[in-house]
């Protein structure tokens, strides 16, 4: 009785699915985006058009394509294919697949593909269950996870993988996926719904089908046409996918930094803004700009750093959301003041040569002559001191076997002029 109802409830579930469920393509041919993965004579479309898919991590965020590509691996390989979630299944459940894969090899020649979702999800213990059969060949796994692979992975797992990036879908292949959805809905869509459902969806084909369905319903419910206030309704606030404590973490306090260093003060407030939206500590970002003051402006502009640490006591004493515009300031001075790496390369210089040297003992004159008997060992004999006497500023300090190296060299940017 329960398989007849599972039969009927399959028969039925086209009709309630969500849309973005109906439309997921089952060939390649009908795949949108990420060209760089799949184009036309890429590895992956051979190996998919040739049954030959490899062990493969496809990573990406929501919406990007990582489940409809297994989709596609299993609707053209002719071994078996079997599914888990990681956020679900157990060391149990990955024996289960495995001893049924031997069977099937054994029996009748045919290989396994697994697809996991959410790879990341898996704990070292249910990996480590995985890897004997990955490493024989007896199963071809496809994992699909939201999280850089790199950091959440096993590593013997990764060695026997490859790894596919996907990105954000573009506007205009999102447009493609909305033209489609209201070819599917017989909904009438004008361009410019069409480009703003695309705009609204943040580079996620689910999300824009999700968004057109929605607004596409609300408007039929009225009785009306397709507005744009249907859709900016459906859309409502997209959610920002920020993981603060793995990849986007370091992805967007580099683009952050980088765009500073570069003069872009528009892309950095926009990754400033990315960061404290998706939750970043406040805290973390003052102390990068913090760094960032002397190391890419340093002599330049001396006064970056005096506004990038009263940006950080700003955040310790007014605190978020008050504190985001102390930020924005030090992210505007900074990225607009001159620059110059003369102190990280003054600094990383003098150290190379401690690494090499040791500590090498200052010359005699420099040395501490306050206390009884430091004259006696020659402590301070010969020191000129410059206020009294101008002849000082030109002594060379350095130890005797690095006499007239040379760290410090003025960039002649801003104020480094020496």
Do not use: C
Not at 245 to 251: E, L, N, S
């Amino acid at each position: 009785m329960s398989d007849l109802f599972a039969d009927a409830a399959r028969e039925r579930l086209p009709g309630v699915a969500p849309l973005a469920l109906r439309l997921r393509p089952e060939h390649l041919e009908d795949f949108i985006g990420q060209r760089q993965v799949v184009g036309a004579g890429s590895a992956l479309a051979r190996a998919i058009a040739e049954d030959r898919v490899a062990s493969s991590v496809f990573y990406g965020p929501p919406g990007s394509g990582k489940t409809t590509l297994a989709r596609i691996v299993a609707a053209t390989t002719g071994s078996a294919f079997e599914e888990l979630s990681a956020v679900s299944a157990s060391v149990a459940d990955v024996r289960a697949v495995i001893a049924r894969a031997t069977e099937r090899l054994g029996t009748g020649g045919q290989r396994t593909i697994l697809f996991l979702d959410e790879i990341h999800r898996f704990n070292k213990a249910q990996q480590d269950a995985l890897l004997p059969a990955v490493e024989t060949g007896l199963l071809v796994l496809i994992g699909a996870t939201t999280e850089n692979p790199y950091f959440e992975v096993n590593s013997a797992l990764l060695s026997r993988a490859q790894i596919y990036e996907l990105e954000p879908l573009s506007v205009e292949d999102l447009a493609v996926v909305v033209r489609r959805g209201a070819s599917e809905l017989e909904a009438e869509v004008p361009e410019e719904l069409t480009a703003l459902i695309a705009r609204k969806a943040g580079g996620d084909a689910r999300a824009a089908l999700n968004t057109l369905e929605l607004a596409w319903q609300t408007a039929q419910a009225e009785g009306t046409a397709l507005e744009g206030r249907h859709v900016e309704d459906a859309a409502r606030r997209r959610p920002v996918v920020y993981d603060k404590g793995g990849d986007a973490h370091y992805d967007f306090i580099s683009a952050f930094i980088k765009a500073i260093r570069g003069s872009d003060p528009d892309a950095a407030l926009y990754y400033l803004a990315a960061m404290l939206e998706g939750g970043e500590d406040a805290r973390y970002i003052a102390r990068r700009l913090i760094v960032h003051a002397s190391e890419d402006i340093g002599m330049a502009d001396s006064h970056a750093l005096l506004v990038a640490v009263a940006a950080a006591h700003a955040v310790e004493h007014v605190g978020l959301p008050e504190a985001r515009l102390n930020l924005a300031h030090a992210t505007i001075y900074l990225a607009r003041a001159p620059k110059s790496n003369s102190v990280i390369t003054a600094i990383g210089a003098a150290t190379r040569d401690v690494s090499e040297h040791g500590a090498l003992r200052p010359p005699k004159p420099l040395r501490d002559a306050h206390y009884r008997g430091a004259k006696k060992l020659g402590h301070g004999e010969g020191y000129v001191y410059p206020p009294n006497d101008p002849s000082g500023y030109e002594v060379d300090n350095l130890p005797d076997e690095l006499k007239g190296t040379t760290y410090y060299e003025p960039s002649g940017s801003g104020e480094d002029t020496g």
